[in-house]
């Protein structure tokens, strides 16, 4: 037989079920219904749910079939019109068996009641005290009492891994957990915390946070429906309506149709440990779902298994604080985005997931059942924990629930309380910061009130040529000679002023004092000017002056050198006559 994909959906008078059953004969089906139980056959389907509440026949029921969906519904009346029903999406708990009365059970959960969706897992209606719970001091240690350590949801087993040791360190950070107290791995857990601590990436992060800010901004699916749940609330004190805002996917109805239906007999301790590893687990997935923004990758499974010591460590907790305390340690720790802001934003996602209540944690403990699968070797966690967590919750309280999301509402959360040293580590690199920003600015100040050096010239045009022509000495040869070369050629625009300034006008040669600039400062006659009525050559008086010019700009020491070129430049050619 094949059980078919169902929905339940109520109003006033009626609840109403949906079966999809597309390769069935429509001719031949029956549908029996009394009391709690309800029974559809449609062969190759078979449908048998047990109701949280009481249906009747009388004549009011109706069905009827789409053709082209291939979907029975069946309208059923109400024993009591108006009656809410309860826990109509939590389908592996529908789909429980009656419990039977012929024979006694050889284990029997005393309180337990015949159909309820909260009955099996609490045995009273005491409320947790969810403070840091104190125990007698034992002189005997936990190893020497039970040699083998105990783990997984409600810490009921025990002995896996000794079997599974090939993949054991791609799963979890504990060595050898069915041989480690819990009180040693918690001193493993916090001190491989410490040693993976890495201060450059956390002030990395702290510092350029664009991408931090730009993931706390992502609006996962909880805030919507959050939303919507104050709304009602202020219009309706109704808690009972809130289990109708979230809702499950046709894939999501399968996952919760394929879990096998179990009772958890756990006792007050082991209770409180699955609500606390709950809120651990929980927040683990928040951050995931978050930095992803709901678009999971390859690293999802990594980052809810690393972030949750439940998961990775097998840790047990005493009170709500520390979970969060632990959260905010590892996700500074180990996953890409390391930010504070980030650990509270989690933080108050999760109370919004627990002020929803059992379907929306149940929403999130599918999607989180559905990555491990899908990852090798991660799946072994689903066997230990979340598919556990799967059928339990569905059978939780959800008053229990409430006060478990106000317990974590009343926790506050500090950077000194991480044990990091946060707080210093932020103060000194803001130090250090400020520092280099002073240092900049007085270094740039210092730049701008600096002035330019530049030399004084009284005729810039001709101190170049003589700067140019030999401030500098140098030992080689080759460096002399092309300095040698670069003053004569800075010579040559004065000599031909000078030449235009003894140039014949209307046939007769123009005489002038010769005056040439032969330092930077200061202004001499190089040569007197011939007394008139003299005949001298042009040339030869050309000649001289040049001879001058050149001794005067020479640099000491290179006079030797310069006579061989005062004597080239002094044969001028023939033609300038």
């Given at each position: 037989?094949?059980?078919?994909?169902?929905?339940?959906?109520?109003?006033?008078?009626?609840?109403?079920?949906?079966?999809?059953?597309?390769?069935?004969?429509?001719?031949?089906?029956?549908?029996y219904?009394?009391?709690?139980?309800f029974?559809?056959?449609?062969?190759?389907?078979?449908?048998?749910?047990?109701?949280?509440?009481?249906?009747?026949?009388?004549?009011?029921?109706?069905?009827?079939?789409?053709?082209?969906?291939?979907i029975?519904?069946?309208?059923?009346?109400?024993?009591?019109?108006?009656q809410r029903?309860?826990?109509?999406?939590?389908?592996?708990?529908?789909?429980?068996?009656?419990?039977?009365?012929?024979?006694?059970?050889?284990?029997?959960?005393?309180?337990?009641?015949?159909?309820?969706?909260?009955?099996?897992d609490?045995?009273?209606?005491e409320?947790?005290?969810w403070?840091?719970?104190?125990?007698?001091y034992?002189?005997v240690?936990?190893?020497?009492?039970?040699?083998?350590?105990?783990?997984?949801?409600?810490?009921?087993?025990?002995?896996?891994?000794?079997?599974?040791?090939?993949?054991?360190?791609?799963?979890?950070?504990?060595?050898d957990?069915?041989?480690?107290?819990?009180?040693?791995?918690?001193?493993?857990?916090?001190?491989a915390?410490?040693?993976k601590?890495?201060?450059?990436?956390?002030?990395?992060?702290?510092?350029?946070?664009?991408?931090?800010?730009?993931?706390?901004?992502?609006?996962p699916?909880?805030?919507?429906?959050?939303?919507?749940?104050?709304?009602?609330?202020?219009?309706?004190?109704?808690?009972?309506?809130?289990?109708?805002?979230?809702?499950?996917?046709?894939?999501?109805?399968y996952?919760?149709?394929?879990?096998?239906?179990?009772?958890?007999?756990?006792?007050?301790?082991?209770?409180?440990?699955?609500?606390?590893?709950?809120?651990?687990?929980?927040?683990?997935?928040?951050?995931?779902?978050?930095?992803?923004?709901g678009?999971?990758?390859?690293?999802?499974?990594w980052?809810?298994?690393?972030?949750?010591?439940?998961?990775?460590?097998?840790?047990?907790?005493t009170?709500?604080?520390?979970?969060?305390?632990?959260?905010?340690?590892?996700?500074?720790?180990?996953?890409?985005?390391?930010?504070?802001?980030?650990?509270?934003?989690?933080?108050?996602?999760?109370i919004?997931?627990?002020?929803?209540?059992?379907?929306?944690?149940?929403?999130?403990?599918?999607?989180?059942h559905?990555?491990?699968?899908?990852?090798?070797?991660?799946?072994?966690?689903?066997?230990?924990?979340?598919?556990?967590?799967?059928?339990?919750?569905?059978?939780?309280?959800?008053?229990?629930?409430?006060?478990?999301?106000?317990?974590?509402?009343?926790?506050?959360?500090?950077?000194?309380?991480?044990?990091?040293?946060?707080?210093?580590?932020?103060?000194?690199?803001?130090?250090?910061?400020?520092e280099?920003?002073?240092?900049?600015?007085?270094?740039?100040?210092?730049?701008?009130?600096?002035?330019?050096?530049?030399?004084?010239?009284?005729?810039?045009?001709?101190?170049?040529?003589?700067?140019?022509?030999g401030?500098?000495?140098?030992?080689?040869?080759?460096?002399?000679?092309?300095?040698?070369?670069?003053?004569?050629?800075?010579?040559?625009?004065?000599?031909?002023?000078?030449?235009?300034?003894?140039?014949?006008?209307?046939g007769?040669?123009?005489?002038k004092?010769?005056?040439?600039?032969?330092?930077?400062?200061?202004?001499?006659?190089?040569?007197?000017?011939?007394?008139?009525?003299?005949?001298?050559?042009?040339?030869?008086?050309?000649?001289?002056?040049?001879?001058?010019?050149?001794?005067?700009?020479?640099?000491?020491?290179?006079?030797?050198?310069?006579?061989?070129?005062?004597?080239?430049?002094?044969?001028?050619?023939a033609?300038?006559?």
């Amino acid at each position: 037989m094949i059980t078919p994909a169902f929905d339940l959906s109520q109003d006033s008078d009626f609840l109403i079920v949906a079966i999809r059953v597309p390769y069935a004969r429509v001719s031949e089906f029956d549908v029996y219904f009394e009391g709690a139980d309800f029974k559809f056959y449609a062969k190759p389907y078979y449908l048998r749910l047990t109701l949280p509440g009481r249906i009747v026949e009388n004549g009011s029921e109706q069905g009827s079939y789409d053709a082209d969906k291939g979907i029975f519904t069946i309208r059923l009346p109400k024993e009591t019109p108006g009656q809410r029903f309860e826990g109509l999406n939590m389908l592996t708990a529908l789909l429980a068996p009656r419990k039977s009365r012929a024979a006694k059970p050889l284990v029997e959960e005393i309180g337990a009641s015949e159909v309820s969706e909260e009955g099996v897992d609490d045995d009273d209606d005491e409320e947790f005290d969810w403070q840091i719970e104190q125990s007698p001091y034992e002189e005997v240690s936990e190893s020497a009492l039970n040699p083998q350590c105990r783990y997984g949801f409600g810490n009921l087993r025990s002995g896996v891994f000794q079997r599974l040791q090939d993949e054991l360190n791609d799963v979890i950070d504990i060595r050898d957990p069915d041989f480690t107290p819990a009180a040693e791995r918690r001193q493993k857990r916090l001190a491989a915390e410490l040693a993976k601590f890495d201060p450059d990436h956390y002030l990395a992060d702290f510092f350029e946070d664009e991408a931090i800010e730009q993931v706390l901004k992502y609006n996962p699916w909880w805030n919507e429906k959050y939303s919507e749940m104050m709304t009602s609330l202020g219009k309706s004190q109704e808690q009972d309506s809130l289990a109708a805002l979230v809702s499950f996917s046709e894939e999501e109805k399968y996952q919760l149709q394929k879990f096998v239906n179990k009772s958890y007999l756990l006792d007050k301790r082991a209770h409180r440990q699955v609500y606390y590893s709950l809120i651990d687990i929980l927040l683990a997935y928040c951050y995931e779902t978050r930095v992803t923004e709901g678009e999971k990758n390859v690293e999802s499974a990594w980052n809810i298994r690393k972030l949750s010591p439940t998961l990775c460590w097998f840790e047990t907790w005493t009170n709500v604080h520390e979970i969060l305390v632990s959260f905010g340690r590892r996700v500074l720790c180990y996953p890409f985005y390391r930010h504070f802001k980030l650990v509270m934003k989690v933080y108050r996602d999760t109370i919004k997931i627990l002020q929803l209540g059992k379907s929306a944690v149940l929403k999130c403990l599918l999607d989180i059942h559905k990555i491990f699968q899908e990852n090798d070797p991660a799946y072994i966690l689903n066997d230990l924990y979340i598919s556990d967590y799967c059928v339990w919750i569905q059978k939780a309280k959800s008053k229990k629930l409430a006060a478990l999301a106000e317990a974590l509402k009343k926790v506050s959360l500090t950077k000194a309380q991480l044990g990091l040293e946060l707080e210093e580590l932020e103060a000194a690199a803001l130090l250090v910061q400020e520092e280099e920003s002073a240092s900049k600015a007085a270094h740039s100040t210092c730049r701008q009130q600096t002035p330019h050096s530049s030399s004084e010239t009284s005729d810039s045009e001709e101190s170049e040529s003589t700067s140019s022509s030999g401030t500098q000495d140098s030992d080689s040869e080759d460096e002399l000679k092309d300095r040698k070369s670069e003053t004569v050629n800075s010579l040559q625009d004065p000599l031909v002023k000078q030449i235009r300034a003894l140039l014949i006008d209307d046939g007769e040669v123009c005489r002038k004092p010769a005056i040439l600039k032969s330092d930077v400062s200061q202004e001499r006659p190089l040569a007197p000017s011939p007394a008139p009525g003299r005949s001298r050559p042009l040339i030869e008086e050309l000649g001289e002056q040049l001879k001058t010019v050149i001794k005067i700009s020479e640099p000491e020491g290179s006079a030797s050198g310069n006579q061989s070129n005062i004597q080239d430049r002094g044969n001028l050619p023939a033609d300038t006559k």
